[in-house]
């Protein structure tokens, strides 16, 4: 996909100046959150008053968590962070480890004030928390489906004050997998697949910041900073968020296999264009059922091959559960063979 460049890159630069020159950080305008087509990260700019009306669909988080686990500890203010308005009646979007272990979330709503906010659900597999404040009429942010997360793309990172201003930034990597702090265990880690890398470092991106294309869509959110900003994208924050909305939890298919998504370079080293690979097991599940091994590699899942463009969740999600899926699996000696697995719902 083309670069953010020329005219694309002025006027980004412009909705910027402009947002900043009213005061504002960078937020965009609005949509449903089931989402419809959308351009290209590097797609051409809509007017700055649009970008003005849009302003408050990036809100500020404040958090608060007792001093010590002595019972009765008093609550001190902890770090906090940015969200992001998904859905008009109130559900605001943030990184999961913005709120961990909080005992007080509140929202900074432009035009309205700090209200609070109670925790709907969590994802770890995006790791993202969904909020929920009782504030009618909040705008929320598109969302860029469709888009293409290609190295080298202009994005915009936009947080909320007293973060730093919403800032021109890269793409430095459209596929990682990095290991964060583990929300649902404190002390402990998880990595986090299919995220995409920003030629930023904290505290230039905060957690919760919004990544977005030169209309103002949002095409990612911050969820970590392990020395360089990383980002889970649309496509998979989208599905999250109405999962979340309507449920309070996210479910997945699953072929009772924990793995992770090579990137470009590590599928490389091993002579593939990409691939998932196998971490371990369910005991009885259909992956160790249908003769998968831990240490291999699924290089193609219905037909389609698992690469930087197509994940292995993404490619599972779009397929019916009960279904046969076929597996195109690789092992240590080159051998590739063919397996099929029957999908089943797993919650995260």
């Not at 969302?143 to 730093?164: D, E, F, K, N, Y």
């Not at 265990?185 to 986090?192: D, E, H, L, R, T």
């Not at 990544?211 to 103002?216: L, P």
């Not at 999250?240 to 992770?260: C, D, F, K, M, W």
Request: charged share 15%; no cysteine.
């Amino acid at each position: 996909m083309p670069l953010l460049r020329g005219a694309a890159l002025f006027l980004a630069v412009v909705l910027v100046a402009a947002a900043v020159s009213a005061g504002v950080y960078l937020r965009l305008r609005p949509a449903a959150i089931e989402g419809r087509g959308a351009p290209a990260v590097g797609a051409p700019a809509g007017n700055v008053g649009a970008a003005q009306r849009a302003a408050q669909s990036v809100v500020r988080v404040d958090t608060a968590a007792p001093a010590s686990p002595v019972p009765g500890a008093p609550d001190l203010e902890t770090p906090g962070g940015s969200g992001v308005v998904v859905d008009a009646r109130g559900f605001i979007l943030t990184a999961e480890a913005v709120v961990a272990g909080a005992s007080r979330i509140a929202v900074a709503v432009p035009g309205v004030g700090v209200v609070d906010a109670r925790v709907i659900g969590s994802d770890a597999v995006t790791s993202v928390t969904l909020l929920k404040v009782d504030t009618p009429a909040l705008k929320p942010i598109d969302l860029a489906q469709g888009a293409t997360i290609a190295a080298g793309s202009g994005v915009v990172v936009a947080g909320a004050p007293p973060a730093p201003q919403a800032m021109l930034a890269g793409i430095s990597s459209p596929d990682v997998s990095v290991s964060l702090d583990d929300a649902s265990q404190p002390g402990g880690k998880a990595v986090v697949n299919d995220l995409f890398s920003l030629d930023l470092t904290a505290p230039a991106a905060t957690l919760g910041d919004a990544v977005v294309d030169a209309n103002g869509r949002l095409v990612g959110l911050v969820v970590g900073a392990p020395g360089q900003a990383v980002a889970s994208p649309v496509v998979d924050l989208a599905p999250a968020i109405a999962q979340l909305i309507e449920n309070g939890h996210v479910t997945y298919p699953s072929i009772g296999a924990r793995y992770q998504q090579l990137s470009t370079t590590a599928a490389a080293e091993r002579g593939l264009a990409g691939g998932a690979l196998v971490l371990a097991l369910e005991p009885g599940g259909a992956a160790e059922a249908a003769g998968v091994k831990p240490g291999e590699v699924i290089v193609a899942a219905a037909g389609i091959a698992v690469d930087a463009s197509h994940s292995l969740r993404s490619i599972l999600r779009d397929q019916p559960l009960g279904q046969p899926v076929s597996l195109r699996v690789r092992d240590a000696a080159g051998v590739t063979r063919s397996l099929s697995v029957k999908l089943a719902l797993a919650a995260q």
